[in-house]
């Protein structure tokens, strides 16, 4: 479970880059920016989810 949560974590950090990366050189509302945005925030709603599920265990 932990080798989950780090990899979700690690790959948190890489889209938010990803995303400040495309971003510097676009708009916010270009799909791209968006696309990377809606990713990250999966990942997200993933680790929280398994946060949750933890504690209750």
């Given at each position: ?11 948190i ?32 709603n993933?680790?929280y ?9």
């Amino acid at each position: 479970m932990l080798q989950l949560k780090v990899s979700v974590i690690i790959r948190i950090e890489e889209l938010r880059l990803q995303m400040h990366k495309i971003a510097s050189n676009r708009d916010l509302t270009d799909s791209k920016v968006l696309n990377v945005s809606e990713r990250l925030d999966e990942l997200i709603n993933e680790f929280y989810s398994r946060k949750k599920c933890e504690l209750k265990n």
